[in-house]
Structures are given as structure tokens and as C-alpha cells.
């Protein structure tokens, strides 16, 4: 081992990229790390999103976090799925739940015996078989064991990040309020030294980029190269307001498309999130302010802002001695709510592969490598609710039916197409069972399924389909409301200020 181990870590930036990777490496790592951040609140914060996945609780759960206390500090809100509305054709809905659809056998997953039944006319919707999805559909939730249902949160991102924060100090790590202005490089290109406004000089072993798109380390300093694939997602625009809320929180998040792109709508205890995401060469940002406007319901909180992005990853997120982590690293979209997921999996590649005594080009690769596989899973995904479109009504929805998409997607559509195949690399994020709600929401009928169907006689087809139908049923009937659930589990304090 080296003589000189790294040792001194630090984060630029804060937010809530910062604050989870400060989390998570004080955590698991404080105690032979020493961890800085520096952050300046006179720069603003995105906010990478209010919608999160169900890998989050993993998350939480090794960092110790007490559920109840960290939805009380965020205004959280239990998410079961995205319901998608208009994206096939104007007129049509569909769910994306979380958590599995009916039950599988080793050989074939569950929807190729749905399948069978409902060419028999022994089934009805593939929908009727999620417990996630049949108990968003009816305001409801619960812990219980009976119901032991895969979730996620909506969340504040800024008391998160505040949350974060408080749990990052008390585990020693330093915060320095400031503004970066100079940052000194030795002969081999690695980052030493950092200068601040104040005059105050930094040093580092090892240097972790959360300023955003400025990309202050990893983009201005390091000019690493930038992937752009705004030739397969054409949004490249966002306006955001948060509103009063105006009636119990649903427990899933609303994404409905609109003639240049869709909108969101996300609850929380105490108001909505509302976004409108769009094409600028489709939609002016005077039009998409009114638009998003027309479209929220409640008293405004906040004043509209407006966000530019480019869709695309940092072809090395990890380059020398500085790992870029959330969006200086690249970013895809808010659709699917994985911001906040890629930011954690990013700093766990990281504290897996950390260079305890010194950088080496085997372990940045890996981590490079990783960080690659995962995001263009995550970037297939995204681009299969735009293609997978019947829209024609405007020239935005009929630009994303013509984008020639990557072959990695192609391929999983053909495999759905021909035999309904789906499948589940280590790396991917969505499980087989969200491709196959969303391909067939977005209007993808496989031509055939797994002979393994055939096996079951019809009688015991129905009997097998129709339990598990009932059984959803009957646990659904038993979960209590969403809202009489949080006002129990997890209320807020109303006398906060947000």
C-alpha cells in the first residue's frame, strides 16, 4: 500500500447529489476518509427530482435512515407507479406500477399465461394482476405483511438535501460555505488545490463534482467529453411550479403527454410538483410557461422555473482524480424518475472501487464502464415510451416516431414483438415486468408467447388466473387509504415553513 493513502475527499457542490454522496461515503466510509463540501447558498440548486424508485429504500436501509422520520422531514408521500396519460393516443391511460404482476415460473413470466388466457377470453386487464397498480388505482396503501408492496417516495428535494446535510455533519463531515474560484492542477493534470472567493485554499486527494450542468471540475477544468444524444430524445426543456394541493395526495405520480412533450404532476403532503417538460424546437418557453400554467390546478407557491438541458452522459464520469456524480455526469430526462437513482448507484460504484492508496486506470474503468452500461439501459427505456407511439397530431410526436433508435432497444422490442421475451440484465434498473407494462400500454401485441402456456388445461388457466385476480382484490379491499395511512405513519409538522 501506498505511503501516502488517499485520504482527503472532496465534494463540490451540494444539493441533493452532493448531500447524498456526502450521506453515503460519511456512512460507510467516515472513519478513515476525511470529507469536505463546499457549497455556496447563493448559487442555486436544481433539485433533480421529487419522484423516486423503489432502490432507494436499499439505499436509505444501509445508511441507517428511519423511514418515518425521513418522510416526516420531506413531506414524503408513498409512490406505487407513473400513470401515463396520452402517450399512445390521445384518449389512452396506462400504469407503470412497481413491484411484480401475477406469478411467474422459472421457465416463462407470468404474462405469457396472461397472455393465453386472454386469447381464451378467460382474462381481463394484464393491470388486474398488480397489487401495486390496483391499489393506486383505489387511494390506498399499507405496510402490512399481507400487502408487502414494492415503493417509492415523492419527496421535497430540498428539505432532502437539508436532511442529508444534517445527517452527513453529525457524521463529521465538514461543510464549507463557499464559491470555487480558481482550481490548481499538478504537471500530471490532477486536481490539488481548490481556491475559494474567500481566499481560503483546499487541498485533495480526491475530487467529486456535484456543481450540475456547470460541470465545474469534470467539464471547465478537466474538459472531458460530453455524449449527446438529443438524436434520440428530443425534450430538451423544463418549467417547473409547485402548487397548494387540493385534495389528498395520490400515491403515484401523473405524467401526461402533451402536443410537444408531457407534464408531471407530483404530490406531496403539503402541495403538487408540477413540470412541463418540451422540445424548444417544437415549443416556445413563453408557450410552455402558459401552457404549464392553463394546466395546474391550486394556488401557485413559487415562481415558474425554467431549466435547458442537454440529454447525453460524460463520456468518463470518473477522469484522474475527480469522479463527476448527478448531472455534471450527464442527465436523460425526468420521465421515469432516475435521477436521484443514477446518483446513488454512481456513489456506490465509487465507494466499492475507492483507491485507498492510490488512482489506478483498472478501477476508473470499471467504474466508467458500470456508469455507462447502467445509464444507456435507463436512456433505452426512456426513448421506448416515444417511439412506441401512435401519436401523429403534431410535429414533435411524429419526430420521435421517426428517431432511428439504438440497436440495444431495437432489439428488446423485437424480442417482446415476436415471442413477448423481456429480460433483466445485472445492470438494468427496470425489472422485466416495467418493460412489459409499458410495451404493451404503449400498444405492443406480441405475435406469439411461451409454449410453457400451453401446458395448463383451460380450466386450470382460469383458475389460476382468476385467483390471482381475486387475491389482488381481496388485499387491495383491506389497505386503508393513502392519506389516512400518512396522517398516522408519517404526518408533517403543518407549522413548517417549505
Keep these: 500500500m501506498s505511503s501516502n493513502p488517499l485520504k482527503k475527499v472532496v465534494i463540490v457542490g451540494g444539493g441533493t447529489a452532493g448531500w447524498i454522496t456526502a450521506a453515503a461515503l460519511s456512512r460507510q466510509l467516515g472513519n478513515v476518509l476525511d470529507i469536505t463540501l463546499i457549497e455556496s447558498d447563493l448559487i442555486g440548486t436544481i433539485g433533480v427530482g421529487e419522484s423516486t424508485v423503489p432502490p432507494i429504500r436499499i439505499f436509505h436501509k444501509l445508511l441507517g435512515i428511519d423511514e418515518q422520520s425521513f418522510m416526516k422531514a420531506t413531506a414524503a408521500t408513498f409512490k406505487l407507479g407513473i400513470e401515463f396519460n396520452d402517450w399512445y393516443t390521445p384518449g389512452s391511460q396506462y400504469m407503470h406500477s412497481f413491484g411484480k404482476s401475477g406469478k411467474d415460473t422459472w421457465l416463462g413470466e407470468f404474462h405469457h399465461f396472461w397472455m393465453r388466457a386472454n386469447r381464451l377470453g378467460i382474462s381481463q386487464g394484464f393491470s388486474d394482476h398488480s397489487l401495486e397498480m390496483q391499489a393506486a388505482k383505489s387511494g390506498r396503501f399499507g405496510k402490512e405483511p399481507q400487502a408487502a408492496m414494492t415503493y417509492a417516495y415523492h419527496l421535497d428535494s430540498s428539505r432532502y438535501a437539508t436532511f442529508l446535510r444534517t445527517f452527513s455533519t453529525n457524521l463529521g463531515v465538514k461543510r464549507i460555505e463557499g464559491k470555487v474560484t480558481q482550481v490548481v492542477q499538478a504537471d500530471n493534470g490532477h486536481i490539488t488545490t481548490l481556491e475559494l472567493e474567500s481566499g481560503q485554499h483546499l487541498d485533495g486527494d480526491l475530487f467529486i463534482d456535484c456543481t450540475g450542468f456547470s460541470g465545474l471540475l469534470i467539464d471547465k477544468t478537466l474538459n472531458v467529453d460530453y455524449e449527446d444524444w438529443s438524436q434520440w430524445l428530443l425534450c430538451d426543456s423544463a418549467v417547473t411550479v409547485q402548487t397548494e394541493a387540493q385534495e389528498d395526495p395520490l400515491p403515484y405520480t401523473q405524467a401526461t403527454a402533451h402536443p410537444e412533450g408531457w407534464r408531471w404532476q407530483i ?3 403539503h402541495r403538487l410538483g408540477n413540470g412541463l417538460v418540451y422540445s424548444q424546437q417544437h415549443l416556445s418557453q413563453d408557450a410552455a410557461l402558459e401552457r404549464l400554467q392553463q394546466s395546474v390546478s391550486g ?12 440529454t447525453g452522459r460524460r463520456r468518463q464520469p470518473w477522469y484522474r482524480n475527480c469522479v463527476a456524480i448527478g448531472l ?36 476508473v474503468r470499471q467504474y466508467n464502464d458500470l456508469v455507462r452500461s447502467e445509464v444507456e439501459s435507463v436512456r433505452d427505456f426512456i426513448i421506448l415510451h416515444y417511439h412506441l407511439t401512435k401519436r401523429d397530431d403534431s410535429p414533435f410526436w411524429r419526430s420521435c416516431k421517426a428517431v432511428d433508435i439504438p440497436d440495444s432497444l431495437a432489439h428488446r422490442i423485437e424480442l417482446f414483438k415476436s415471442q ?28 406469439r408467447y411461451h409454449p410453457i402456456a400451453d401446458v395448463m388445461t383451460p380450466d386450470h388457466l382460469q383458475k389460476f388466473i382468476t385467483g390471482d385476480r381475486n387475491s389482488v382484490q381481496q388485499t387491495v379491499r383491506q389497505l386503508p387509504s393513502h392519506q389516512s395511512f400518512l396522517d398516522r405513519y408519517c404526518a408533517m409538522d403543518r407549522g413548517q415553513v417549505f
Design 267 to 269: 404530490p406531496l403532503q
Design 299 to 310: 394556488k401557485p407557491l413559487t415562481d415558474p422555473k425554467v431549466l435547458h438541458y442537454k
Design 328 to 363: 455534471s455526469s450527464g442527465f436523460i430526462e425526468p420521465l421515469e424518475s432516475t435521477s436521484i437513482h443514477l446518483i446513488i448507484t454512481a456513489v456506490t460504484h465509487l465507494m466499492k472501487l475507492f483507491p485507498y492508496d492510490e488512482i489506478r486506470e483498472s478501477h
Design 420 to 447: 413477448a421475451h423481456v429480460f433483466q440484465s445485472n445492470n438494468d434498473l427496470f425489472s422485466s415486468d416495467s418493460w412489459v407494462q409499458v410495451m404493451l400500454g404503449q400498444g405492443v401485441s406480441p405475435q
